[in-house]
């Protein structure tokens, strides 16, 4: 079984900062390619930064220069370093993970999602 668990969400003040964390974990062979997705209330979720195994990394338009997504491969463990905070980045924030478990399949994994609030 493999688990994303995330870590790092909270309230924080409009131009403050938070980083967020999610560590891969249980019967991992390797881990490709991970990133970062958030679903505001009342919208879809929406992509927002992934990163490859060889650090390859790729941004929603509008979220370029305000946030960072690199990754621990020792630690399968992906970060999202999110700077300039606005209001309208308040979401619930996921992981996403594709992990192969043998040498046969390989999976997509969801977080159990980290709340981000960004007061005005």
């Known amino acids: 079984q493999v688990q994303l668990v995330e870590s790092g969400g909270g309230l924080v003040q409009a131009g403050g900062s938070l980083r967020l964390s999610c560590a891969a974990s249980?019967?991992?062979?390797?881990?490709?390619?991970m990133g970062w997705y958030r679903q505001a209330p009342g919208k879809q979720r929406e992509f927002v930064a992934s990163?490859?195994?060889?650090?390859?990394?790729n941004y929603a338009d509008s979220l370029k220069g305000r946030f960072t997504i690199f990754r621990d491969n020792t630690r399968n463990t992906v970060y999202l370093q999110m700077n300039s905070l606005k209001p309208e980045d308040t979401a619930v924030y996921y992981c996403?993970?594709?992990?192969?478990?043998?040498?046969?399949?390989?999976?997509?994994?969801w977080g159990q999602g980290t709340q981000v609030t960004v007061s005005s």
């Open positions: 996403n993970a594709n992990i192969r478990i043998s040498m046969w399949a390989k999976n997509d994994y």
């Open positions: 249980g019967k991992i062979i390797s881990v490709n390619d």
């Open positions: 990163i490859t195994s060889g650090a390859i990394t």
